[in-house]
């Protein structure tokens, strides 16, 4: 049976709707996004209950859930979804809304690891680990942390302290400076 006498936010199913590309309104909860979903173990609420939460407008519980920080994009939610509804691109979307309205996902650092990503593609065209880690570890105050680590990769050649090249890398900095300013919009 349907939600009777719950009136949604469909300010905020549509505000997801747009910038996921996805109809939310098509989910009926069968869940089996969340039966295949390799991280639905660490996720609390499960990615199934985020769109229940998202039909139910409950805007604030969605975007300080730390499950959207959780999905790793792998698409197995789409690929078992009745109705063609791919979960991670919703994720996706709840991400940049979190981070535009300051939720920051408070008990993890994994925001802090997305815009350090963001930030290096944006600017090398590439995912350049060290300076990624470097970033990462400036965000997150956590500079001595896995140094060890660090090291054994350095010397072993497993990390390379310079970024390699990359041709057109003008042509990513354009679609990033261009995505700002559909964002923007």
């Not at 959780?70 to 996706?92: E, F, H, Q, W, Y």
């Not at 997305?114 to 680990?129: D, N, P, T």
Request: with cysteine.
């Amino acid at each position: 049976m349907a939600d009777a006498g719950i009136t949604p936010s469909s300010q905020f199913v549509g505000e997801v709707q747009t910038k996921s590309g996805q109809n939310i309104n098509l989910c009926y909860n069968c869940k089996k996004c969340a039966g295949g979903c390799p991280v639905n173990f660490v996720m609390q609420p499960y990615n199934a209950d985020i769109l229940k939460l998202i039909q139910l407008g409950e805007k604030e519980a969605v975007l300080k859930s730390n499950s959207i920080w959780l999905c790793v994009g792998c698409k197995t939610c789409a690929a078992r979804c009745p109705n063609g509804i791919d979960t991670s691109k919703i994720m996706d979307a709840l991400r940049e809304m979190a981070l535009a309205e300051g939720f920051s996902g408070h008990e993890t650092k994994t925001p802090a690891f997305h815009q350090s990503f963001l930030m290096m593609v944006g600017q090398m065209g590439r995912a350049y680990e060290a300076g990624l880690i470097g970033i990462y570890k400036l965000k997150t105050f956590t500079f001595t942390q896995d140094m060890g680590v660090g090291i054994k990769f350095l010397t072993k050649g497993k990390l390379k302290l310079l970024p390699d090249r990359i041709r057109r890398v003008g042509e990513i900095k354009q679609i990033f400076r261009k995505a700002k300013e559909v964002e923007r919009k």
